[in-house]
């Protein structure tokens, strides 16, 4: 059975970096397409940074630049490098597949950046 295992949030001014992890058990992470999704209250989930199993990153604009999101096969670990954190990346971080099919998703970590 797959999981995923988000961490590493917190409470952060704005201006300050965070790194979070995603751990993955029942699954080889290397063959997959898979990303960092966030959730704002009141919004809908959206995928922030996306990582092809052959290392090519994409993101959404607003983190360009800021964000960075890599994988560790060896260690079946996901990890996104959030620099210079906004008021606006305040949300509920996951882990998953970026494909119609997923993983189950796990309960994510929060992070909250005030101003």
Do not use: H
Not at 85 to 99: G, I, M, S
């Amino acid at each position: 059975q797959v999981q995923l295992v988000e961490s590493g949030g917190g409470l952060v001014q704005a201006g300050d970096s965070l790194r979070l992890s995603c751990a993955a058990s029942g699954l080889s992470f290397s063959r997959y397409t898979v990303g960092w999704f966030r959730q704002a209250p009141g919004r809908q989930r959206e995928l922030v940074a996306n990582i092809f199993s052959g290392g090519t990153t994409n993101y959404i604009d607003s983190v360009q630049g800021r964000f960075t999101i890599s994988r560790d096969n060896a260690r079946n670990t996901l990890y996104l490098q959030m620099n210079d954190l906004k008021p606006d990346d305040t949300a509920v971080y996951y882990c998953n597949r970026n494909a119609k099919i997923q993983f189950s998703w796990g309960r994510g970590t929060q992070v909250t950046v005030s101003s």
